[in-house]
Nanobody, 124 residues
């Protein structure tokens, strides 16, 4: 079993930056793919970013490409999401997740463990 705890969310203004953290405990996640998703009120959960264990592959949603960066520190069992140039449409609950297979994926069904989420609110 893996437990994930996100932190770093908050209320910011348009153009500001935030860094989300996701700390994992329990079984090691060192060799697992990691992802970030988000869900805005009234909308489905959507993919944000993913990174494999070595960092040799990363995926981003088109809406965040060039503004968000996913990184991980396997020694600390922590994955990060650096979010720059935030926009009001980035407002959502952000979730980190651990992948359940070898293939880096954008689909939520490819992730086995999820955190409880952290709220990000961007005001205009």
């Amino acid at each position: 079993q893996v437990q994930l705890v996100e932190s770093g969310g908050g209320l910011v203004q348009s153009g500001d930056s935030l860094r989300l953290s996701c700390a994992a405990s329990g079984r090691t996640f060192g060799s697992r793919n990691m992802g970030w998703f988000r869900q805005a009120p009234g909308k489905e959960r959507e993919f944000v970013a993913a990174r494999n264990w070595s960092g040799s592959a990363t995926y981003y949603a088109d809406s965040v490409k060039g503004r968000f960066t996913i990184s991980r520190d396997n020694a600390k069992n922590t994955v990060y999401l650096q979010m720059n140039s935030l926009r009001p449409e980035d407002t959502a609950v952000y979730y980190c997740a651990v992948g359940n297979g070898a293939v880096l994926a954008r689909e939520a069904r490819r992730y086995a463990y999820w955190g409880q989420g952290t709220q990000v609110t961007v005001s205009s």
